[in-house]
């Protein structure tokens, strides 16, 4: 929160000497990007917030904002926000209104991820799920011609550190009979550390992750929110192993929903991430369920029903 509100000071004269003299007809603005708000509200102009993660529900304020503002150093960033609203050029200057729910916000998250959806306030919050061009969703991998079933490992793009994880990845998937796996490991790992590549293992740096995902059969993912939405809208069971953040409230969500296992990377050993696999697979209703989920995400409108919301703001 407080590198929020230190890139707000910094960036906001920045942004004000690219649009005092040629507004905006309408700022769109990041949970975290206070700056974009103060800057719409100094100038009259109507803004919506893109919102890449849970938004706020009817109890959000007993449930979690009341227990932020007993974290230790709270009083001292909140006299430092409300000093900076007094002297920005917001209207609205109490800070838990500023920081609060916004009037408009589109909720880039597949629905079935959201904590209390049905106490969402729907007059301000659309959920239009994960927005990509589903069309060019293919472009960039190839499945193998001889994969009976394809395993993608991924943990995005902040979590690669990790060759211990990779090397019990190897030791239970790797010559598994008829799967091909793709295994991305990041910038960070050097291939090295991991020892011999089965051959039924593809290494890489870096992946076509959504191409693969609509081709594969699982995925191993550190259930980010842009990974878990992007295994809902392919339809792919996943084994969740959380690294940070709110991943650990995804695993056990898509856990809830019957899509996936969670395995913790202390317990994330060859013969548990083995046994996650098969217990997945062998599922006789996960199939179903992956299906049901696909179709409600897909029916959120995504990019074109973000669009028309966006451009209607404009009429």
């Known amino acids: 929160m407080g590198l929020f509100l230190d890139d707000a000071i910094g960036a906001l004269p920045q942004l004000r000497a690219a649009y005092d003299d040629d507004p905006a007809d309408l700022y769109l603005y990041d949970i975290g990007a206070y700056a974009a708000r103060a800057l719409a509200e100094s100038q009259g102009r109507p803004l919506m917030q893109l919102s890449p993660t849970f938004v706020a529900w009817d109890g959000y304020e007993q449930d979690v904002a009341a227990h932020l503002r007993r974290l230790p150093g709270a009083d001292a960033y909140r006299a430092k926000f409300a000093r900076w609203l007094a002297g920005c050029g917001a209207s609205t200057l109490d800070v838990d209104a500023f920081c609060g729910p916004p009037a408009r916000a589109l909720a880039l998250i597949a629905r079935a991820m959201q904590p209390h959806a049905d106490r969402v306030d729907t007059d301000r919050v659309t959920f239009v799920g994960p927005c990509f061009d589903l069309a060019a969703g293919t472009d960039g991998w190839t499945r193998p011609a001889d994969a ?110 019957g899509v996936a296992r969670r395995v913790d990377t202390a317990d994330a050993t060859a013969g548990a991430l083995r046994a996650a696999l098969d217990d997945l697979v062998t599922d006789p209703e996960r199939a179903a369920r992956s299906r049901r989920l696909q179709a409600a995400a897909r029916a959120e409108g995504g990019t074109e029903r973000a669009a028309d919301l966006i451009e209607g703001m404009l009429v």
Request: glycine letters at 10%.
């Open 148 to 257: 009976e079933n394809v395993l993608l490992i991924s943990l995005g793009s902040a979590y690669t550190r990790r060759p211990e994880f990779y090397r019990q990845c190897l030791a239970a998937y790797g010559d598994l009979p008829g799967w091909h796996v793709v295994l991305q490991i990041g910038k960070y790992t050097d291939p090295a550390e991991l020892g011999d590549v089965p051959p039924n293992v593809e290494l890489h740096s870096w992946v076509p992750q959504r191409a693969i995902l609509q081709q594969a059969d699982a995925f191993v993912t550190h259930a980010g929110m842009g990974g878990c939405g992007e295994g809902l809208l392919a339809g792919v069971p996943m084994i969740a192993v959380p690294q940070g953040a709110e991943q650990f409230v995804n695993a056990d969500r898509l856990v809830e929903l």
